[in-house]
């Protein structure tokens, strides 16, 4: 192997060492990202670059085996910090203490889920058996301490009575402390403005809840129901018709009708024409999702007279990624939710966009383990989905034998907003009755957690929807939309035949378990019952920021290189882009190339061409609801000349009839270094057309007549681009006799080696008058130190099965205890018997 060859095979195997060893940059495909496992049948394969691209994306969630266990433990040590807390909040409120028993199992009807849920199985109307899930301890104890946590907070409680101030006619309002005045006052002040404007509505309410009705129920015009003058134009008269209704799987269950004797049938109250739909959660615990889903709806109604279904499918997805992030355990707690929903700003996008999944086939109850809990719950849903309580479909690649995944919801473009939320009411606390009838009267929207009970269950309630059975066992927790509240004398004048309400009358809350529960959903509530069982009531507020979300694009241009720009097509250029989003948001910029497709991510790109050429560089900026806008410039890449260098022979007189070697290479300077063309791109010509020479990097060849020429080394490059360099030669007759002329290739002159590394040891013969090709030749090799000077004796060494002679410096007494300058002597003897020879000096050792 030549000097040169032998040093770009050892360059090239550190390239590839390198290239094994993944970069060591890469902070997608890491083993802490790793899934851990096979991708799940439900999930997606990407191709690598295109999951690198997914992980940019805002909505992106790692489902890697490290970040689900994190998440995992997270839950796990909050529910031990809440089994600490709630020890001190049952002291200061003792009613609390009934949300803290488990349900009886051994009733056939209550099972307990591996994910601390319970599954509820009763007969509802229409005599089928209906399966539902309630929360369990971590989501009760969550609900709890979050609530009180908030209901606790002097914001809370001024914005609560900045809605309810803000609810009151002006005649009320005179004598009440304004919104105003209470900013900076305490706690204890601002409950008394409460309790005082609660007081101020004693007698009062029933007429604001009759005033409701032409202030934002009755509206006149075309397309009024004639036989009952409540009904405004517009009300769809299936829940089918309602605006982006999707393909209606979160209404399973909706054979039934209304009784004849319940109280939508028989009596008006405010908000009765401006709730939507009766829902169905399925065999999910996502009854919070459903409940704030619904009062959105309710508020969209109100202020736009519009009746949109709203995706559950995504509130949930984002309950339990973000705002209460678990994938195996259901629930989450209303007031906490309700309070993310509003302050983050999140847009509540249409059912249409990603249509619920009821997950009818899902395994639930049939296995100890809570991930096998799941299985099953994308069967015949042909959306984005996985087997977790999220459902977000799980994007997966695979890279070097290594599974890696990640979900994310699909993108969405438009939506509604909801502001802030309030805790108005927490157990323990007195019941402000008047004060929840104005803000209902007035289109608040209201959720209230509660407490499922035996008497709860479908077949316990009445015919028409009331509950009557008082039966105070405790069966797992709810979330579920205040929609009204009929007292008993309004019942009574319709309905003699109804059962009286315990408190005064009752609340009507539309449920999420189908419309063959209760009276078509609702169910109708006792006041006394609900000061037992709400755990806490939650109103939003109605200055909306917006009524409806239309997302506005972003805009972006390509502020570097300047359009049309030329450069070496291997050399880095950074590309950069001015991405802005009028909604307020950060886009994500991505870049292609026509010629070379992905480029990469980023606002600031660096990145070089593989080939010369015209192409198109475009950069894409995307917001958070896969909107997106395009900016593009032509720029081309130059392919430059390369550059040939000989290195042998020298300029100058060579023997006719001898071996001459003839050495060079060529240089592509189109990258930020100059990089080594193949051997193969090399050619050589002599301008004495009867000489014969060889291609590559280096060869022998002889002159066979005498006489001055130029030798012309062509370097071309993978494009054809050509540069060459030459050199002169006169070639003389060769002498009779002589020594040979002899030169050391390996090792380089000035060289520093490692005591124990194995130095080459090569040679060539540059002339040798009177020999000639076939001769044979004796090469003794010596080493001196000092006045210490040792023949070697040479081994052999093998690189990549290519066998050269080497010897060790420590095999002759070297070390690596500071810097030993040594000659390094060769003398070789033709077969004539004279000898010609060659010395270079290295450098043995280090400096300690």
Same mark, same amino acid.
């Given at each position: ?52 691209? &997914? ?92 609530? /009180? ?9 001024? #914005? ?17 402390? $304004? ?10 002040? =601002? ?60 209404? $399973? ?12 049938? +028989? ?34 109604? =109100? ?86 309580? /999220? ?36 157990? !323990?606390?007195?019941?402000?009755? +008047? ?123 390509? $502020?570097?290189?300047?359009? !049309? ?36 991510? !980023?606002?600031? &790109?660096?990145? /070089?061409?593989?080939?010369? #050429? ?46 001459? $070697? ?57 494009? !054809? ?5 030459? =050199? ?91 810097v030993k300058i040594t000659d390094l002597t060769l003398t070789v003897a033709d077969p004539e018997g004279l000898s010609g020879s060659d010395k270079v000096?290295? &450098? ?5």
């Amino acid at each position: 192997m030549t000097r040169m060859g032998f040093k770009v095979f050892l360059v090239g195997l550190i390239g590839i060492l390198a290239a094994c060893s993944g970069g060591g940059g890469d902070k997608v495909f890491t083993p802490d990202n790793a899934f851990g496992g096979p991708p799940p049948p439900t999930a997606q394969l990407v191709g690598a670059e295109e999951f690198r691209r &997914l992980t940019q994306d805002p909505d992106f969630r790692w489902e890697s085996q490290s970040a689900r266990q994190a998440r995992k433990k997270q839950a796990e040590d909050q529910f031990r910090a809440d089994q600490v807390s709630i020890q001190s909040l049952v002291q200061q409120r003792p009613s609390l203490a009934r949300f803290l028993q488990e349900p009886d199992l051994s009733d056939p009807g209550v099972k307990k889920l591996p994910g601390d849920n319970y599954l509820l199985t009763f007969t509802d109307r229409s005599g089928q058996a209906l399966s539902v899930i309630t929360m369990g301890q971590h989501a009760q104890l969550r609900e709890l301490l979050a609530a /009180h946590e908030r209901f606790m907070r002097v914001d809370n409680q001024l #914005g609560v009575y900045t809605e309810a101030y803000a609810a009151l006619p002006d005649d009320l309002k005179a004598g009440l402390p $304004t919104p105003q005045s209470l900013q900076g006052k305490g706690f204890a002040e =601002v409950r008394a403005a409460l309790a005082a404007l609660e007081q101020k509505l004693e007698g009062e309410v029933e007429a604001l809840e009759r005033q409701a009705v032409p202030g934002f129920v009755l509206r006149q015009g075309p397309g009024r129901a004639a036989a009952d003058p409540y009904q405004p134009p517009g009300f769809p008269a299936s829940p089918g018709a309602e605006e982006r209704a999707g393909e209606g799987g979160d209404r $399973t269950g909706n054979a039934c009708g209304r009784t004849a004797g319940g109280l939508y049938t +028989n009596l008006h109250w405010p908000l009765k024409y401006f709730i939507t739909s009766t829902k169905s959660q399925g065999r999910r615990g996502s009854c919070t999702g459903f409940a704030l889903a619904s009062a959105a709806e309710t508020r969209v109604a =109100v202020r736009e007279g519009r009746w949109v279904n709203l995706s559950e499918q995504f509130l949930y997805h984002k309950i339990k990624t973000a705002w209460d992030a678990d994938d195996y355990d259901e629930g989450a707690p209303t007031a906490d939710v309700a309070e993310e929903f509003g302050t983050s700003g999140y847009r509540l996008p249409f059912e249409d966009l990603w249509n619920y999944n009821p997950s009818p086939g899902r395994a639930v109850g049939s296995s100890a383990d809570e991930e096998e809990d799941f299985a099953g719950s994308c069967t015949g849903y042909d959306e984005r989905c996985s087997d977790t309580t /999220h459902q977000g479909q799980f994007l997966c690649t695979q890279v070097e034998g290594a599974v890696y995944c990640g979900s994310k919801p699909p993108s969405n473009g438009e939506g509604y907003k909801i502001s802030s939320s309030y805790v108005l009411w927490e157990n !323990g606390d007195d019941l402000p009755l +008047n004060t929840i009838r104005s803000l209902l009267a007035n289109g608040r929207p209201v959720v209230v957690a509660l407490e499922v009970t035996r008497g709860m269950r479908g077949n316990r309630l009445d015919a028409d929807g009331f509950l009557v059975d008082y039966d105070d066992e405790v069966l797992g927790g709810h979330a579920i939309h205040l929609v009204g509240y009929l007292s008993n004398s309004k019942i009574q004048a319709k309905l003699p035949g109804a059962p009286m309400g315990g408190g005064g009358g009752y609340f009507i809350l539309k449920n999420s378990w189908g419309q063959c529960y209760g009276d078509g959903g609702l169910v109708y509530i006792p006041v006394d019952w609900a000061e037992d069982y709400f755990k806490n009531i939650t109103v939003f507020s109605l200055a909306d920021p917006a009524p409806v979300f239309t997302n506005k694009p972003p805009a972006v241009q390509i $502020t570097a290189p300047a359009d !049309g720009a030329s450069f070496p097509y291997a050399q880095s250029v950074t590309y950069t882009a001015a991405a802005s989003d009028p909604d307020g948001e950060t886009p994500v910029v991505t870049w292609t190339s026509s010629a070379d497709g992905e480029l990469g991510s !980023g606002a600031s &790109l660096t990145v /070089h061409f593989s080939s010369p #050429g015209p192409r198109t560089v475009t950069a894409t900026a995307r917001d958070a609801q896969g909107f997106t806008a395009s900016a593009s410039i032509k720029v081309t890449g130059v392919n430059q000349a390369p550059t040939a260098q000989i290195l042998e022979p020298p300029a100058g007189s060579v023997y006719v009839g001898s071996s001459i $070697t003839f050495k060079g290479k060529g240089l592509d300077g189109d990258g930020a270094f100059p990089v080594e063309l193949p051997c193969t791109s090399l050619s050589w010509k002599s301008s004495n057309a009867g000489d014969t020479l060889g291609t590559g990097c280096q060869f022998t060849a002889t002159f066979t007549t005498t006489g001055s020429r130029t030798v012309t080394l062509t370097a071309t490059d993978a494009y !054809g681009a050509k540069g060459t360099a030459t =050199v002169a030669l006169n070639v003389q007759p060769l002498p009779p006799s002589g020594p040979p002329v002899v030169e050391i290739t390996e090792p380089d002159e000035d060289e520093q080696f490692d005591a124990n590394a194995n130095i080459a040891l090569l040679y060539r013969v540059v002339a040798d008058p009177g020999g000639g090709p076939g001769s044979q030749y004796t090469a003794v090799w010596k080493i001196k130190y000092l006045n210490n000077e040792q023949t070697i004796t040479p081994k052999t060494c093998t690189v990549s099965n290519f066998a050269y002679p080497c010897f060790k410096p420590s095999d002759y007494g070297f070390n690596n205890n500071g810097v030993k300058i040594t000659d390094l002597t060769l003398t070789v003897a033709d077969p004539e018997g004279l000898s010609g020879s060659d010395k270079v000096q290295i &450098l043995i050792g280090f400096v300690p």
